[in-house]
């Protein structure tokens, strides 16, 4: 026999000492209702190596690229989405990372840490539904080329139903002419704007064209700072790293 | 307002049953029967904890097939299994009854100190499962349980219960 479940709801967590709670739980009523299921709060899984060998206690980072208009030129922003630490067999639980509005779309990469080392993964992945989620949940890595998976390679995920996994955002980032940019500033925290547009604070990671022109403009209480970064840019350099002190505004 | 004295009522009951038992778990059905046939609703199945425990109830059919009721997929996204000692929940009766086939089933309550990673990974995939209506084929936490990846004391098994009951395909009583 099996069950099947019926037409209404089936079930509340019901503290019949806390009536409150199903109050409380109203919110995730609504979203579990919506056709696109929310990305989970958690997501569990196991790391190991082509042996089958166990990887315990390494961080992993699931980053996001989000693309970000600004002023016609390609500029994508590098975010952590998810990030946890394997425990003693493996296994991990990642939790949301601080993203104010994960996108339905967007290109994501796995790194992992232990130590000095870092390993990076593509994402094969296209989540539309939640959990498991294909390639994030049992990853593997490969000890022979030193766990590398190259270098940043990006995919896309994309979570919109109405698309195909092919109709994704092509990865520029991938593809393109482009060259990284890492912003950081004292003190840390600063609003930065990439040609007026307000892209996060510091750090931050992102991609821009090469043959772009970009000003950055770094704020924080009543300290700023102005960086143009086309000087920067040179036929030999794929990235750039930029460390500004925040000075008090002129008037 | 009915429903909702007889559930006050019947917590009450339960607060009472558990309180002189040695039970860290209390696993109470009141509409149980002996034999489901197909079509019959699924009974409420209310349980509580007498020690802040993570819950998992399943629904196991004649063919040894594990289907997650708890932690609930469908209200609850989160998919939290914890419960802190004192608090009574229910699963509703919106399951129904069916199958081409007869034998002796199971709803089973496993009651955890911790949730280790690997136990949220099964969870994990069981909601995943239960989202989409499918019976696990083998039992996840007997294998979890014999697995090497913790030691016993870790993975925290503190209580289990069973309710058995027979399921008849065609109506007819097994016993008769």
């Not at chain 1, 704007?193 to 892209?199: A, D, F, P, R, S």
């Not at chain 2, 860290?24 to 059905?29: A, P, Y």
């Not at chain 2, 949220?120 to 996840?140: D, S």
């Amino acid at each position: 026999m099996v069950l099947v479940r019926g037409a209404i709801s089936m079930m509340k967590k019901a503290s019949v000492f806390f009536g409150v709670l199903c109050l409380l739980s109203m919110p995730l009523i609504l979203i579990a209702s919506e056709d696109q299921p929310p990305y989970p709060n958690v997501l569990y899984g196991q790391v190991v190596d082509t042996r089958g060998e166990r990887l315990p206690e390494v961080t992993i980072e699931v980053h996001s690229l989000d693309f970000v208009e600004v002023s016609g030129s390609f500029c994508a922003v590098e975010r952590i989405f998810m990030e946890g630490t394997t425990d003693e067999a493996g296994w991990f639980m990642l939790e949301k990372g601080n993203l104010e509005h994960p996108r339905t779309n967007f290109l994501a990469k796995v790194t992992i840490h232990r130590g000095e080392e870092t390993r990076i993964k593509y994402l094969s992945v296209n989540a539309v539904n939640h959990p498991p989620i294909k390639g994030i949940q049992e990853l593997v890595f490969d000890p022979e080329q030193g766990g590398a998976m190259l270098d940043s390679e990006w995919v896309a995920i994309n979570r919109d139903p109405g698309l195909s996994a092919e109709t994704t955002y092509k990865s520029e980032a991938v593809a393109g002419e482009v060259i990284k940019v890492i912003v950081e500033t004292h003190p840390s925290d600063a609003r930065v704007k990439l040609n007026g547009v307000e892209i996060g604070n510091s750090g931050i990671t992102f991609y821009v064209d090469r043959s772009g022109n970009y000003e950055i403009e770094l704020e924080k209480g009543g300290l700023s700072s102005r960086v143009s970064i086309d000087d920067l840019m040179s036929e030999e350099t794929n990235e750039i790293e930029i460390f500004e002190i925040l000075t008090e505004k002129k008037q | 307002m009915p429903f909702k004295v007889s559930l006050f009522v019947l917590f009450l009951l339960m607060i009472t049953a558990s309180a002189f038992s040695g039970d860290i778990i209390t696993l109470t059905i009141p509409q149980a029967t002996q034999t489901y046939r197909a079509g019959d609703i699924m009974p409420a199945i209310f349980f509580s904890v007498k020690k802040d425990l993570h819950v998992y109830v399943f629904h196991v059919n004649a063919g040894g097939e594990y289907l997650l009721l708890w932690p609930e997929p469908y209200h609850y996204p989160e998919m939290d299994s914890f419960l802190k000692a004192g608090e009574t929940n229910l699963i509703e009766p919106v399951y129904r009854f069916t199958g081409d086939y007869s034998g002796e089933e199971q709803f089973v309550l496993f009651g955890f100190q911790r949730e280790t990673n690997r136990l949220g990974y099964i969870k994990q995939t069981l909601v995943y499962e239960a989202l989409r209506g499918r019976y696990h084929k083998e039992n996840p936490i007997a294998r979890y349980l014999k697995s090497d990846d913790y030691d016993i004391v870790k993975k925290g098994l503190v209580a289990k219960k069973i309710f058995r009951f027979y399921y008849c395909e065609n109506g007819k009583d097994p016993d008769k």
